[in-house]
């Protein structure tokens, strides 16, 4: 059981817009910035969304995130086939004086 | 160009200790914190330890508190993770990350390297 919620899976078609939610609570999200990593299979985790809502060099604008109290979300429009991958949140948690993963959202392109 | 490199990674009896190494290029070593995370073999992601640049504050996940040690060796852009009492729940590929705002990992990460505890 993580202690940041996602949802399991996630799918859309090309061209769609997809949104991932990450619920946590006010010693974590609620209080600091989140995280969010895309994981391909053999590789490793690759930052797509830092502070909240930014974005790395490099990541099409595609992807965005936004956070509301103790939720957050990862938005990707204009889905294309190589999006599949799984897409984990992260979050420092003062409660447990360590960084907390969701339990990862496997997205899928039909 | 940054780069991490992990090492030491391998297959390991329970109740046994490897360590872990982690070298890092490109970067004022000593400016940032490191962490290690792990992912079990089709599972997720769990943030493992921490460690602040100068070495003096550590954090630990509450599974490994008492059997894993992080530690650092700033002259030789150095990060390492002993790990002791080695458990099969322990199996994973470990890798090493730059922290980044937030007192997370950020954009570099390491290959990874796979440990196997198994009799």
């Known amino acids: 059981q993580s202690v940041l919620t996602q949802p399991p899976s996630a799918s859309g078609t090309p061209g769609q817009r997809v949104n991932i939610s990450c619920s946590g609570s006010t010693s974590n999200i609620g209080s600091k910035t989140v995280n969010w990593y895309q994981l391909l299979p053999g590789t490793a985790p690759k930052l797509i969304v830092y502070a909240d809502t930014r974005r790395p060099s490099g990541v099409p604008d595609r992807f965005s995130g936004s956070k509301s109290g103790t939720s957050a979300s990862l938005a990707i429009s204009g889905l294309q086939s190589e999006d599949e991958a799984d897409y984990y949140c992260a979050a420092w948690d003062d409660s447990v004086n360590g960084a907390v993963f969701g339990g990862g959202t496997q997205l899928t392109v039909l | 160009e940054e780069q991490l490199l992990e090492s030491g990674g391998g297959l390991v009896q329970p109740g046994g200790s490897l360590r872990l190494s982690c070298a890092g290029s490109?970067?004022?070593?000593?400016?940032?914190?490191m962490s290690w995370v792990r992912q079990v073999p089709g599972k997720g992601l769990e943030w493992v330890s921490r460690i602040t640049g100068s070495g003096d504050t550590k954090f630990y996940v509450d599974s490994v508190k008492g059997r894993f040690t992080i530690s650092r060796d700033n002259p030789v852009n150095m990060v390492y993770l002993q790990m002791n009492s080695l458990r099969a729940e322990d199996t994973a590929v470990y890798y090493c990350?730059?922290?980044?705002?937030?007192?997370?990992?950020?954009?570099?990460w390491g290959q990874g390297t796979l440990v196997t505890v198994s009799s």
């Open positions: 490109g970067f004022t070593f000593s400016s940032y914190a």
């Open positions: 990350a730059k922290d980044e705002g937030g007192w997370l990992p950020g954009r570099l």
